[in-house]
């Protein structure tokens, strides 16, 4: 049987009124700077692996191990630490990120930002002045603190700040920061390169820059209204609101469902962790964490900083390579402009489902590329044509790419979770991606050497694996309000059966019949 749905705005979406303001726009901005830090060392990495002169003072033996005849082309970069070198990095990240989480609600999204940037300002210097390789490896973790719990607040501060209507793009300036702070350290990389003895100390130490700033910055902005009340700052809630709304914005409709929403959060405030694994809160946490786990598993990530390994490997001097990267990364910065004034109208669904089959079918071809023209001796190099011809595949793959699943991936996670369970969903997301990511860091050079060219099949399968899931079981959250999300998951053909639809319909319509506009009315099938 059908049961009564509920009521929503003309179009789907309820819109609280206000405008874009420059305050908005600022908060927002200011918030997203912190993927700065993040894209900024997760550029840097890549390109300082294979600086001669990183690996002399370092890895002597790797450079020993490249000039070996008697090793594999696929082979001249495996070494454990090495590769730990950057994927430390990431397992500080998830740790933090779980602390994080429990901070987060008490003192406010503002203060964690400030907090792991001055985390990641600590670690850029130790690491400009390290002389052995424990101190390379301090420095990275004291990064990676700071990376965590950035990434608990930035992302979710975004998603509560800005506009309904325009979420996907704002929340998506994240990861415009982030591909931005890649590409600085990437050209970054290109001019030390040529520095011998210290080139790779000025790289590292340059990181100290996006970590200052954001430290000052964090002091000019407000706490979400959200969090503030969360922690009982009715007021400055509606102060911070009606900043960001505009002057002429009526905010009471909207504080309102902010303040309900927040006062069920509280009474069930005990186990927020427990109650994120129960049957009402499972498509979030299933959602929540597949997204960032087969992001992971398609390689974007890893390939993305090992990116001038990969060029050096197909036959690129180490200039080339960097330069390689460059072009690579402006090319991801343009796709992320483009996704962000596209994703609020095409919708997340459409832009992941094309993004995935474009670069499986790109991954597919590299794969085959490198399996027919590189072979696996040590002093044996692709002829340029395909050499080139490898270079432009990744460039089509990162443009679909950043136009897709590396901004949604952020966006998706960040506005899919309930207020009461959002800090503990956003930690647990974040924690899987950062954890599978040190893996996957840890073992992709091994995984170069034993599986050549295979590597590229095996993500190019997770990919397509990804796109299904998405296509089947993400419902469309374009331009819904967060308060207001839980519906979109009651009226999904799998999801649905999860939710207390009971519940949902007088809650629905009771926040929605005190706002003005015209509605209409949905309905669902209610599970017997």
């Given at each position: 049987m059908a049961g009564e749905g509920f009521v929503v705005?003309?179009?789907?979406?309820?819109?609280?009124?206000?405008?874009?303001?420059?305050?908005?726009?600022?908060?927002?901005?200011?918030?997203?700077?912190?993927?700065?830090?993040?894209?900024?060392?997760?550029?840097?990495?890549?390109?300082?692996?294979?600086?001669?002169?990183?690996?002399?003072?370092?890895?002597?033996?790797?450079?020993?191990?490249?000039?070996?005849?008697?090793?594999?082309?696929?082979?001249?970069?495996?070494?454990?630490?090495?590769?730990?070198?950057?994927?430390?990095?990431?397992?500080?990240?998830?740790?933090?990120?779980?602390?994080?989480?429990?901070?987060?609600?008490?003192?406010?999204?503002?203060?964690?930002?400030?907090?792991?940037?001055?985390?990641?300002?600590?670690?850029?210097?130790?690491?400009?002045?390290?002389?052995?390789?424990?101190?390379?490896?301090?420095?990275?973790?004291?990064?990676?603190?700071?990376?965590?719990?950035?990434f608990q607040s930035a992302p979710v501060y975004l998603s509560e700040t800005a506009p309904a209507k325009w979420r996907g793009a704002f929340a998506s300036a994240y990861n415009a920061f982030s591909v931005t702070g890649t590409l600085s350290a990437t050209i970054t990389n290109y001019f030390t390169d040529t520095i011998p003895g210290w080139g790779w100390r000025l790289s590292l130490g340059l990181g100290a820059v996006p970590g200052a700033l954001l430290a000052v910055g964090a002091f000019f902005v407000t706490d979400t209204p959200s969090s503030l009340v969360l922690r009982g700052r009715h007021e400055q809630a509606r102060a911070a609101l009606q900043r960001i709304r505009g002057a002429d914005a009526n905010v009471e409709s909207e504080l309102k469902d902010i303040v309900w929403a927040v006062e069920e959060a509280n009474r069930n405030d005990d186990g927020t962790f427990r109650r994120l694994f129960s049957r009402q809160y499972r498509p979030y946490l299933v959602v929540g964490v597949a997204l960032p786990m087969l992001y992971e598993l398609t390689g974007v990530s890893v390939i993305s900083v090992f990116l001038p390994v990969v060029f050096r490997t197909v036959g690129f001097s180490s200039r080339k390579a960097i330069l390689g990267s460059v072009i690579n990364f402006s090319v991801n910065l343009v796709a992320t402009l483009v996704s962000t004034f596209v994703m609020d109208r095409t919708g997340r669904r459409f832009l992941l489902i094309v993004g995935g089959l474009c670069v499986t079918l790109c991954q597919v071809t590299i794969s085959w590329i490198m399996a027919a023209h590189l072979s696996p001796e040590a002093a044996a190099t692709m002829p340029r044509n395909y050499a080139v011809t490898v270079l432009v595949l990744i460039l089509v793959s990162t443009f679909f790419v950043g136009v897709s699943w590396a901004p949604l991936r952020w966006v998706v996670q960040s506005e899919i979770y309930p207020v009461e369970v959002r800090s503990a969903g956003q930690a647990m997301s974040v924690t899987v991606w950062l954890c599978?990511?040190?893996?996957?860091?840890?073992?992709?050079?091994?995984?170069?050497?034993?599986?050549?060219?295979?590597?590229?099949?095996?993500?190019?399968?997770?990919?397509?694996?990804?796109?299904?899931?998405?296509?089947?079981?993400?419902?469309?959250t374009k331009g819904v309000p967060l308060e207001l999300m839980q519906s979109v998951w009651a009226r999904h053909w799998y999801w649905g059966r999860f939710a207390d639809k009971d519940e949902q319909v007088k809650v629905a319509e009771a926040a929605v019949c005190e706002k003005t506009g015209p509605v209409y009315r949905l309905n669902w099938p209610v599970n017997q």
């Open positions: 705005a003309e179009g789907g979406v309820h819109d609280y009124g206000g405008r874009v303001t420059f305050s908005v726009v600022v908060t927002c901005l200011m918030a997203a700077s912190c993927g700065l830090i993040y894209g900024y060392d997760n550029g840097i990495s890549g390109g300082v692996t294979q600086m001669e002169s990183f690996l002399s003072d370092f890895f002597p033996e790797v450079l020993t191990g490249m000039k070996n005849t008697n090793r594999g082309v696929y082979c001249k970069y495996d070494n454990l630490w090495l590769t730990a070198f950057t994927s430390s990095l990431f397992i500080a990240s998830a740790m933090s990120s779980i602390v994080a989480s429990h901070v987060t609600r008490r003192v406010g999204r503002q203060a964690i930002m400030l907090f792991g940037s001055a985390l990641f300002l600590a670690g850029a210097v130790i690491n400009a002045g390290a002389v052995n390789l424990a101190m390379i490896i301090i420095g990275r973790m004291l990064l990676g603190f700071g990376i965590g719990f950035t599978l990511t040190f893996t996957e860091l840890q073992v992709f050079i091994r995984m170069l050497c034993a599986m050549r060219y295979g590597v590229f099949l095996f993500h190019a399968g997770w990919f397509l694996v990804a796109t299904v899931c998405a296509a089947a079981f993400l419902p469309e």
